[in-house]
């Protein structure tokens, strides 16, 4: 079963020419996508499935989606290139209109009845002013998955509120009061790993959308905020505190609720994480030369073993920095305990796992120094992602665009004149 553009009728494929093509064939090959998402999450979705095929047109002010500056905003990593913009808009083409011009209004129209996918995260009382709320468009192609992202829901008293990831997915979830060391302060999470958390969740949902209006030949309206992503990320806490469970006290490295599953460090001054499950117990203590651990009455006995577990995490403080990390990656290896040294972002690009599994691949025409991107998480056997390219300079596919959707070269003078996209000479790249 293919994916077909609006207007088509789901059709199941029996000739053997369409049941081999999807080898070679982008799952979403023909798919219409409309981005008027701003930032991260939404735009990211929508780069899921540029990846399998999808056309994807990017709809941005005429000064640019702030997040095109991103390179320049610490505290994330400033650079000359612009990574984050290109991360979150590769392959798609570009489109610069002000959405509050009069004249916007027909190229939305055009836009939608074109579109298979419309992905928005404005928030509902600016997106209600624009007309842009599913009742807005709806009317004009019924077949339409209209895919809504907020902060914090559609409702509740918080419904209006601005959101970003960590305000939404990390603060209000629970997450960022859980992510710390007992006695630190909330500290700052990586940037965009919330919405790359929620893009995902969004994707699901358009896809799973998309699956229905198959079957029926019906669109409909998909949402997910970061508020619900941040609480399914935080689900396992989440749920204890719905039935009351009993919670430990926050992550003390030296005296850790557990100290086989706590962090440490090598000779050589890495740290790593050690997760050792109660079967691996004996296998470990003798890989790591402490055999004695085993019957020591500190330690052998439950009740004892709470109470002593700084003392049992002091001496394995000083098993786990007489030697480095490469050596204990051959212990750990050896008895197939679960663990992961601690690396920063300039080690994590030298780790060989993200190119053998096309974690990290080739970018396309971005220039500067960019010229590896991150690939979406998902892979599907058989069929090869697009080739990442980079994202598209402001309104550079404006006129490209409006010709395919139906306007004549008097139409789109026309929207020059009345300020709806911007003139040649404006245009920044």
């Given amino acids: 079963m293919r994916l077909n553009s609006m207007g088509d009728e789901a059709t199941t494929a029996h000739n053997d020419s369409?049941?081999?093509?999807?080898?070679?064939?982008?799952?979403?090959?023909?798919?219409?996508?409309?981005?008027?998402?701003?930032?991260?999450?939404?735009?990211?979705?929508?780069?899921?499935?540029?990846?399998?095929?999808?056309?994807?047109?990017?709809?941005?002010?005429?000064?640019?989606?702030?997040?095109?500056?991103?390179?320049?905003?610490?505290?994330?990593?400033?650079?000359?290139?612009?990574?984050?913009?290109?991360?979150?808009?590769?392959?798609?083409?570009?489109?610069?209109?002000?959405?509050?011009?009069?004249?916007?209004?027909?190229?939305?129209?055009?836009?939608?009845?074109?579109?298979?996918?419309?992905?928005?995260?404005?928030?509902?009382?600016?997106?209600?002013?624009?007309?842009?709320?599913?009742?807005?468009?709806?009317?004009?192609?019924?077949?339409?998955i209209y895919a809504d992202i907020t902060g914090f829901g559609e409702k509740g008293p918080d419904a209006d509120l601005p959101g970003f990831d960590i305000t939404a997915y990390w603060a209000r979830s629970g997450l960022l009061s859980m992510t710390r060391d007992a006695g630190a302060p909330p500290t700052w999470p990586v940037a965009g790993s919330g919405d790359n958390a929620t893009a995902v969740g969004l994707y699901s949902a358009i896809v799973t959308a998309l699956y229905r209006r198959e079957r029926t030949g019906e669109g409909g309206r998909v949402t997910t905020s970061l508020l619900a992503e941040g609480v399914w990320s935080a689900s396992v806490s989440i749920q204890a505190a719905l039935c009351d469970a009993k919670f430990f006290g926050l992550h003390d490295r030296k005296s850790p609720a557990n100290a086989v599953m706590n962090v440490y460090r090598a000779a050589d001054d890495t740290w790593f994480v050690l997760v050792v499950t109660s079967d691996k117990l004996e296998a470990v203590a003798k890989a790591i030369g402490r055999p004695d651990l085993l019957t020591d009455p500190r330690f052998s006995d439950p009740a004892k073993l709470m109470i002593n577990r700084p003392q049992l995490t002091a001496i394995l403080d000083e098993v786990f920095g007489a030697q480095p990390m490469e050596y204990w990656y051959k212990v750990f290896s050896g008895v197939h305990v679960t663990f992961g040294a601690v690396r920063n972002p300039q080690e994590v690009i030298d780790d060989p796992q993200l190119r053998a599994n096309d974690i990290v691949v080739p970018l396309e025409g971005a220039g500067g120094k960019l010229t590896s991107t991150i690939s979406s998480p998902l892979q599907i056997h058989g069929v090869a992602k697009v080739s990442a390219k980079r994202a598209p300079h402001i309104g550079e596919h404006n006129e490209e665009i409006l010709r395919q959707l139906g306007f004549s070269a008097d139409d789109i003078d026309g929207l020059r004149e009345g300020g709806a996209i911007p003139k040649a000479k404006e245009r920044v790249v």
Avoid: C
């Avoid at 008027?36 to 990846?51: E, H, K, N, R, T």
């Avoid at 009845?113 to 009382?125: G, M, Q």
């Avoid at 997106?127 to 009317?139: I, M, N, S, T």
């Fill in 18 to 144: 369409e049941e081999t093509d999807m080898a070679s064939d982008n799952i979403f090959s023909g798919l219409k996508v409309v981005d008027l998402a701003s930032f991260i999450a939404g735009p990211s979705a929508a780069v899921i499935l540029s990846d399998f095929g999808a056309d994807v047109i990017k709809v941005e002010p005429p000064s640019g989606d702030l997040w095109r500056h991103a390179n320049n905003m610490p505290p994330q990593p400033v650079a000359e290139d612009a990574y984050p913009w290109h991360l979150a808009n590769r392959n798609k083409r570009g489109m610069a209109l002000d959405l509050k011009s009069p004249g916007a209004r027909q190229v939305i129209e055009k836009l939608v009845k074109w579109a298979d996918v419309l992905i928005v995260n404005t928030p509902h009382p600016a997106r209600a002013r624009l007309k842009l709320e599913y009742e807005d468009v709806v009317g004009w192609n019924p077949r339409l």
